[in-house]
């Protein structure tokens, strides 16, 4: 199994930047994509961003221009650094890792507010 900590989250004015971090465990040997998700209040939870193992990346259109995802392998740790935030953003932010066999598996969540 993988484990998955996030941390990073909290309140934003708008147009302020945060980073968020996630530290896998475990299997990490297994893991090939990892990836951030957010769910707002009453909405289905939504890709924000995702890296593969190979660094190649892909975004949400709502994001794209102002977020960047990136990974440190030797560290088990995938980044997403976000700029120019607005009150929309405010969800709360899910690291998922795609296995090689071995399935997917989440965080616990981290809370981003942002402030009008």
């Known amino acids: 199994q993988v484990q998955l900590v996030e941390s990073g989250g909290g309140l934003v004015q708008a147009g302020g930047s945060l980073r968020l971090s996630c530290v896998a465990s475990?299997?990490?040997?297994?893991?090939?994509?990892m990836g951030w998700y957010r769910q707002a209040p009453g909405k289905q939870r939504e890709l924000v961003a995702q890296i593969t193992s190979g660094g190649i990346t892909n975004y949400a259109d709502s994001v794209k221009g102002r977020a960047t995802i990136s990974r440190d392998n030797a560290k088990n740790t995938v980044y997403l650094q976000m700029s120019g935030l607005k009150p929309e953003d405010t969800a709360v932010y899910y690291c998922?890792?795609?296995?090689?066999?071995?399935?997917?598996?989440w965080g616990q969540g981290t809370q981003v507010t942002v402030s009008s």
């Open positions: 475990g299997r990490v040997f297994s893991i090939n994509v």
């Open positions: 998922r890792t795609l296995t090689r066999g071995s399935g997917d598996y």
